[in-house]
């Protein structure tokens, strides 16, 4: 079923009609809702809860807010539907974004304004191909391996070769550094998520996008406390929905776990889609991996979702992936050479060497072929390279 036909979407008129010319333009892009009124609404959408909802804001984005508060839905995408003085006035632009609509169309609606606003709608909630986005968790349980140095990189490649939505998820509650490797203070991070009231099932969502930090690459960061602490109340059970709710926001989510083996790593790993287990080439490193495969086989993971990522690969080790690989039976998706000098340079200026566009040095080489791997497996296609950005001196000599 492709991504338009499986889409509901609500059209929420009012006492004005503005929306009325809606349905038959969206014809064959989905199932279309349209209702002049709450009651009509209810019976229609049978409990269901649209992916887009366009809404009509004759009386303001507030009110119009209330009412899908009132059918009691939370749909994925919310566009006001606004008359041109409306959506000229910064007034009403700013009570549309405090009310949480993601987009603004002027009514009535021309069809290529409403096309646009719709396949936005869709790129937003579905994913480039219609499907929710993927999760992949890298994990070790012998500490220091590289799990968050790897989670870091690894998002900026897949970032730089375009077209994909990245998150990386610091799932390290109390020792998280994926901040502080891209050198981001973030103000909002998962702290003290857990006194969300878990009765009301919109406030953990809104609480969560609310606390998305920007890194300057365009990757997003979900950091993890600052305070040792504030992490603790989050409950297994929250991972998985915090989890579910980010998922539907990127097209891929890396998550960073920590080593401890309790009941929120587990409902992390057993969310995600692939677990990179990320190892290095040494004897006590390949104990602790197999112990780690054998935790996974218990829990009945398929076998294709595990992969073995070898990091810290020095050419003059004794025990090189290919062999490390064998001893534990499986192969090695992934090789990421050490490169000592300049990790130590990049952990202390947070700019891991991915920040770069253009992978220079063995470390940035190795991590982006990983990312263009990950991409195909994950069914994102070849890379699309984005457009270069122009030189200062470049435009100068041009404009
Ligand atoms: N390929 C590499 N070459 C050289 N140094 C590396 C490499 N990968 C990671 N490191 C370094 O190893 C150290 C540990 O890395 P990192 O914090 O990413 O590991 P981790 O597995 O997340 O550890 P923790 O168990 O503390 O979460 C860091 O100093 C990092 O710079
Ligand atoms: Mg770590």
Not at 84 to 98: H, I, T, V, W, Y
Not at 183 to 204: E, F
Not at 264 to 279: G, K, M, N, P
Not at 373 to 386: E, M, T, V
């Amino acid at each position: 079923m492709s991504a338009a036909a499986a889409t509901l979407v609500l059209v929420l008129d009012d006492g004005q009609g503005n929306l009325k010319t809606i349905p038959p333009m969206l014809e064959g892009k989905g199932k279309v809702v349209y209702a002049g009124s709450l009651d009509e609404a209810r019976p229609a959408l049978n409990g269901q809860s649209p992916h887009i909802a366009l809404v009509a804001c004759a009386e303001g984005p507030a009110e119009a807010e209330g009412r899908l508060a009132d059918l009691g839905i939370a749909p994925g995408w919310m566009i006001a539907g606004a008359t041109s003085a409306q959506a000229g006035d910064p007034e009403f632009l700013r009570a549309a974004m405090q009310a949480r609509f993601n987009d603004i169309l002027t009514v009535p609606a021309e069809a290529p304004a409403l096309h646009e606003a719709y396949e936005n709608a869709l790129r937003h909630i579905q994913g480039p191909e219609g499907s929710k986005g993927k999760v992949v968790a890298l994990y070790s349980s012998k500490g220091g391996t590289g799990v968050s140095t790897l989670a870091v990189n690894l998002a900026l490649a897949l970032n730089h070769q375009g077209g994909l939505r990245v998150g990386v998820l610091d799932l390290d509650l109390q020792c998280g550094v994926v901040a502080s490797l891209l050198n981001l203070q973030p103000t909002q991070t998962l702290g003290k998520l857990g006194d969300v009231p878990s009765d009301d099932p919109n406030a953990l969502r809104d609480e969560l996008l609310s606390r998305i930090t920007n890194h300057e690459s365009g990757v997003r960061l979900i950091a993890s406390p600052p305070i040792l602490h504030d992490g603790l109340n989050i409950s297994a059970e929250m991972v998985g929905r915090i989890i579910r709710i980010l998922r539907d926001r990127f097209d891929v989510l890396l998550v960073d776990t920590p080593k401890w083996v309790g009941d929120r790593l587990v409902a992390a790993l057993d969310e995600a889609d692939h677990i990179l287990l990320v190892t290095e080439p040494l004897i006590p490193s390949l104990a602790k991996a197999r112990e780690s495969l054998r935790l996974f086989s218990r829990f009945e993971y398929p076998q294709d979702k595990v992969v073995l990522v070898f990091n810290r690969v020095a050419k003059e080790s004794e025990l090189q992936p290919e062999e490390a690989a064998q001893a534990l039976g499986r192969p090695a998706y992934g090789a990421v050479p050490e490169e000592h000098a300049r990790l130590i340079e990049a952990a202390n200026r947070g700019t891991p060497p991915l920040t770069e566009a253009v992978a220079k040095g063995p470390f940035a080489k190795a991590v982006s072929g990983l990312a263009e791997k990950l991409r195909a497996d994950l069914g994102f296609g070849a890379p699309k390279p984005q457009p270069k950005k122009r030189g200062f001196l470049f435009g100068r000599k041009t404009s």
